[in-house]
C-alpha cells in the first residue's frame, strides 16, 4: 500500500511541455476542427496551437453565425465530446 506520495512537479511540467503531448493536443484540435467542418458547410474553421504552461489548441468557426450555431445546437462542444473530451462550464 502506498503510503505517501511526491508529486515531480518539474516532470510534470516536460511531460505537458513535451512534443508527444503537443502533438496528441494539435491532434485531438484537428479532430474537433474537421468535424466542425462537416456541419459548417463553407464556414472557415482554424486551428490555432499555442504554448502557456503546457501544449493547447483552440478550433474557432470564423463566421457570424457561429456563436448561434453553437447557442443552438452546441456545435463545438458536440465536435470536442466526439474527441473523446469533456467539456465544462467555468464556474
Known amino acids: 500500500m502506498l503510503k505517501s506520495f511526491r508529486l515531480d512537479s518539474r ?3 516536460e511531460v505537458l511541455q513535451s512534443q508527444e503531448v503537443r502533438t496528441l493536443v494539435d ?7 474537421d468535424h466542425v467542418r462537416g456541419q459548417v458547410g463553407m464556414a472557415k474553421v482554424v486551428v490555432r496551437s499555442y ?3 503546457r501544449g493547447a489548441a483552440t478550433v474557432e468557426v470564423q463566421d457570424a453565425r457561429a456563436m448561434s450555431w453553437q447557442a443552438r445546437d452546441g456545435l463545438l462542444t ?14
Open 78 to 91: 458536440r465536435a470536442a465530446g466526439r474527441a473523446g473530451l469533456e467539456v465544462k462550464a467555468v464556474e
Open 11 to 13: 516532470g510534470v511540467r
Open 27 to 33: 491532434g485531438v484540435a484537428a479532430s474537433i476542427a
Open 51 to 53: 504554448t502557456t504552461d
